[in-house]
């Protein structure tokens, strides 16, 4: 028996892996001190919890556990690094580089900046959703300081070359920043072999506890350092004060020590799933994949099946929860604009659909979920006009539309 | 956000899908939004001779609220003449559907998309067209 709804919206979050939950229940009505307070066993128990968990985040990523910053989440992490490197290098330079597909709290971030002087350059991408070394290379300039590329996509799922652009930014004595919210923890994240500068996750994304992040800060070969964004108590080495969450780090380094074990199998079990549902879904008459194929997280796929509209196939798959493209619930009427970034018509951009496998799904809701997406996709196309155009073999782009 | 009962039930269950012959001089078609935008609905009236619509049908590219929209304004124009038809107002089927504020476009559309096909059938049958509002959505 399945149990109904089905969650294929694990790139939005994840549920707690109960090894998790169990690992940070202690630290709620035992061992509740604060980390800070050193003079007691409530503060030493909390202390040695979070070094000890420190350890387990740094390891994900293969750091060393002093180049951990903890903070409420990638989104904190994002801003740290970008206006926190903004002020700390000033003298140095003020020009960013970025991807027009990232995350808005990178994004947006950036677009805080220039209001304070900072000139950001905001690469495009092909429409495999890939930005290439190249682009990279022709935007720095002298006063290059930093460079912020996503590890993989969160719409798509696309992995951007990282080891590449981090080489090329050490050779221009550029750092390099990347939002890796969506990868650590999925595949192989290495800052070592990357060469990674300052590198953001999220513990909400990989089974552990939302509220809770890290940054990594290299301390050698450059030593980094980021302007504190949050100041008070000098916490995390005056890098972001505030009375640490214990529970949450606790739950973050849980998450982090199962993930580097399981990574591997994990992948391997949830890239066929993904595939068997990709290949199921794409026989569908006029359904198209979004972004590269190959270079691709192994738990995502992303689909437009045209001629039906995103909000309008999600209620038809109410047993199935995922994301669309489209966003005829915000007030824009906007589709995604990652999704446009690739070159997509809106059209398709409103017809598309993220699926976001995760560590609780089976074959059997994979099964469900294509016979569920299938009918309801011929369903609506049965009631779309569109469809009816396109199979009497009208040009949709002939027609001239009423604006709205 | 969660839909009403309403929306649920027209969309699940749509009253009258489908095509009329659009050469017809009985058939008036309306066909009005852009699928870049995200909704297209296509409603068709047949009026008989007496003036009433006498079947309609519609086709929606559209999300829940939109579908459910286009199906209501169906089941509202059948058995009414033209001139009662013209006098439907947006703001009825946002109230029969409960639509909230960032669905009230959908009901617009709706208005619209029958607003045009009675006005494909007046062209067709030699009537001036009518000075439509222009509506903002």
Same mark, same amino acid.
Request: net charge negative; aromatic share 6%; glycine share 8%.
């Given at each position: ?6 969650y ?9 892996d ?23 066993a ?7 919890a979070?070094?000890y968990?420190?350890?387990?985040i ?22 740290l ?17 970025t991807?027009?597909t990232?995350?808005?709290?990178? #994004?947006?971030a ?5 209001k ?6 905001y ?32 719409e ?16 221009h004595?550029v750092?390099?920043h990347?939002?890796?919210?969506q990868?650590v ?14 590198l ?42 505030g ?29 066929v799933l ?10 569908l ?7 590269h ?10 689909i ?15 047993d ?19 999704l446009?970034?690739l070159?997509?018509?809106?059209e ?28 309801a ?8 006009? #569109?469809?009816?155009?396109?199979k009497e ?10 604006e709205? | ?15 009258n ?12 078609? %309306?066909?009005?939004g ?15 001779e007496n %003036? ?16 459910a ?7 509202w124009?059948k %058995? ?7 006098a439907?107002?947006n ?5 029969e ?13 709706a ?9 494909d059938?007046?062209?067709?049958n ?8 222009k509506?903002?959505h």
């Amino acid at each position: 028996m399945i149990q109904l709804p089905i969650y294929l919206d694990n790139n939005s979050t994840t549920k707690c892996d109960p090894r998790v939950f169990e690992a940070m229940t202690p630290f709620f009505l035992e061992d509740f001190g604060n980390a800070a307070s050193k003079s007691h066993a409530f503060g030493w128990k909390a202390e040695e919890a979070v070094d000890y968990a420190r350890e387990q985040i740094a390891k994900v990523i293969g750091a060393n556990s002093k180049e951990i910053i903890i903070t409420s989440g990638a989104t904190e992490s994002n801003n740290l690094a970008l206006k926190g490197v903004y002020e700390m290098y000033a003298a140095k330079g003020n020009h960013f580089i970025t991807v027009s597909t990232e995350h808005k709290a990178v #994004l947006d971030a950036c677009k805080h900046l220039e209001k304070l002087g900072a000139e950001v350059s905001y690469l495009p991408v092909g429409e495999d959703g890939l930005v290439t070394v190249e682009q990279i290379k022709a935007a720095i300039k002298p006063n290059t300081v930093l460079v912020s590329v996503m590890y993989a996509n969160n719409e798509l799922g696309v992995i951007q070359p990282i080891r590449e652009i981090a080489a090329l930014c050490k050779e221009h004595g550029v750092l390099f920043h990347t939002d890796a919210t969506q990868a650590v923890g999925k595949i192989p994240v290495d800052v070592i072999a990357d060469q990674i500068d300052l590198l953001s996750f999220t513990a909400h994304k990989m089974y552990g506890p939302k509220g809770v992040g890290a940054l990594y800060v290299r301390r050698k070969n450059p030593r980094v350092k980021v302007t504190a964004q949050i100041d008070g108590g000098g916490h995390e080495r005056g890098m972001r004060s505030g009375t640490l969450n214990v529970p949450g780090i606790v739950g973050f380094g849980k998450a982090c020590e199962i993930a580097l074990q399981e990574m591997e199998s994990e992948g391997a079990r949830l890239r066929v799933l993904r595939d068997k549902l990709e290949n199921a879904l794409l026989q569908l008459e006029e359904s198209y994949l979004n972004g590269h194929k190959e270079h691709r997280l192994p738990h995502t796929t992303n689909i437009s099946f045209k001629y039906v509209e995103g909000e309008g196939l999600m209620m038809g798959i109410k047993d199935v929860a995922v994301s669309s493209g489209s966003a005829c619930t915000s007030a824009s009427l906007e589709p995604s604009y990652v999704l446009k970034n690739l070159g997509l018509d809106d059209e398709l951009a409103h017809s598309s659909i993220r699926f976001g496998l995760g560590r609780f799904t089976t074959e059997e809701e994979i099964d469900f979920t294509i016979k569920c997406v299938s009918d309801a996709v011929n369903k609506l196309r049965d009631m779309s006009p #569109l469809w009816e155009m396109f199979k009497e073999g009208i040009d949709l782009k002939s027609i001239e539309w009423s604006e709205h | 956000m969660a839909y009403s009962e309403k929306v649920i039930d027209h969309y699940t269950n749509p009253r009258n899908i489908g095509t009329l012959d659009k050469s017809s001089s009985q058939v008036g078609t %309306g066909l009005v939004g852009a699928p870049e935008c995200g909704d297209v609905m296509r409603l068709q009236i047949q009026v008989g001779e007496n %003036g009433v619509i006498e079947e309609a049908k519609f086709k929606t590219f559209g999300c829940g609220s939109a579908i459910a929209s286009s199906s209501l304004a169906t089941e509202w124009l059948k %058995g009414k003449t033209v001139d009662q038809a013209l006098a439907i107002d947006n703001m009825e089927i946002v109230e029969e559907l409960a639509l909230p504020p960032v669905k009230i476009h959908c009901s617009v559309l709706a208005e619209d998309a029958i607003k045009a096909a009675i006005n494909d059938y007046r062209v067709k049958n030699g009537m001036e067209p009518l000075e439509l509002e222009k509506s903002h959505h």
